[in-house]
């Protein structure tokens, strides 16, 4: 893949993520997350060309595949999809940051996966299914609360924000709904000791409505890549 078509793509959202700033008043960093899921390695090698350091898989032994491979490229990996406990193991040392921990059971298979190797603390996000949508992951928003204290008594793991989906619609006013919600629950459950700083929130097909609700990672692929091949 080249990098040049990319970078012009990259403009653009980058462009689109200003507007909507400035059409709400608003000033927050936004990272973007490069989602090469389904691409091979050129994407990520393209994907640093363009000025991306961030790069973002949903399985785990595919992100680990891909990281071998392009021991050359230094970009920061992410772990995006559900995380089985049995691979937990797999992910101290991978990722600089896990999105999806969305109950205690996965957060203690992570804590303990770091402490069996020494490692350093973990950044890690909660996920909330602030849809309510069987077929997402992520813990109930009723939940998170407890989640979060748990998470904030394991030295392992360093609560960074939270992390959601919004429905698979075009309404806007549905994605926001979805965004707003995430980021309401964060300001319930920041304190000073743990501010949350991190929304993680915002795909290919509804950005700028994350944007629009302070977003501050946005995991965009398809917009960025095209269509996956898998």
Not at 197 to 217: K, N, P, Q
Request: aromatic share 2%; charged share 25%.
């Amino acid at each position: 893949m080249n990098a040049t078509p990319l970078a012009g793509r990259l403009e653009r959202v980058r462009e689109e993520i200003a507007g909507v700033q400035a059409a709400h008043g608003l000033r927050q960093d936004v990272r973007i997350v490069a989602v090469t899921k389904g691409h091979d390695g050129d994407a990520v090698r393209a994907a640093h060309g363009a000025g991306l350091v961030d790069v973002g898989e949903n399985r785990v032994q595919e992100a680990l595949g891909k990281r071998e491979r392009l021991g050359d490229v230094p970009v920061r990996w992410h772990l995006i999809g559900h995380l089985q406990t049995n691979k937990a193991k797999l992910v101290p040392g991978a990722f600089a940051l896990v999105h999806s921990v969305d109950s205690t059971r996965v957060a203690d298979a992570l804590a303990g996966a770091v402490r069996a190797v020494r490692g350093e603390r973990l950044p890690v996000l909660l996920q909330v299914n602030v849809a309510g949508e069987e077929q997402k992951s992520g813990c109930d928003p009723a939940e998170a609360a407890g989640i979060a204290n748990h998470v904030a008594g394991l030295t392992e793991l360093t609560l960074e924000g939270l992390m959601t989906m919004a429905p698979f619609t075009d309404d806007e006013a549905m994605q926001r709904r979805a965004f707003a919600g995430l980021r309401g629950l964060r300001d319930r459950l920041a304190t000073a000791a743990a501010p949350l700083r991190e929304l993680s929130m915002g795909m290919s097909g509804d950005y700028r409505a994350a944007v629009a609700e302070g977003s501050t990672m946005l995991r965009l692929g398809t917009v960025l890549f095209g269509e996956r091949s898998a």
